[in-house]
């Protein structure tokens, strides 16, 4: 059974740090490249980050540029995201999504982890 499980979620002031982690089970994880999209209040969900399936390139929105860093770690079926300097507008629901294939292409979703940026 496919899962993808968030966690590192919570409030923070503006300024400071959280890293989520996304624990996967059920599929072949290096296989697959990995994601976190997000989605606030009111707006579509935008790709915020992503990295290849053995942990090669890795892409970032503007947005999250130079503040988030994404990494995986293949052993133990993880995958991170490290944000920092939060900005209000950071507020979002976090999810993590596993990718493979481009004609016939394969995503698993995980439920979501709240990130609230407030003083």
């Known amino acids: 059974q496919v899962q993808l499980v968030e966690s590192g979620g919570g409030l923070v002031q503006p300024g400071g740090s959280l890293r989520l982690s996304c624990a996967a089970s059920g599929f072949t994880f290096s296989n697959y490249a990995m994601r976190w999209y997000r989605q606030a209040p009111g707006k579509e969900r935008e790709l915020v980050a992503g990295?290849?399936?053995?942990?090669?390139?890795?892409d970032y929105a503007d947005s999250v540029k130079g503040r988030f860093t994404i990494s995986r770690d293949n052993a133990k079926n993880t995958v991170y995201l490290q944000m920092k300097s939060l900005k209000p507008e950071d507020t979002a629901v976090y999810f993590c999504?596993?990718?493979?294939?481009?004609?016939?292409?394969?995503?698993?979703w995980g439920p979501g982890t709240q990130v609230t940026v407030s003083s």
């Open positions: 999504n596993a990718h493979r294939g481009v004609i016939v292409p394969i995503d698993y």
């Open positions: 990295i290849r399936s053995y942990g090669g390139s890795t």
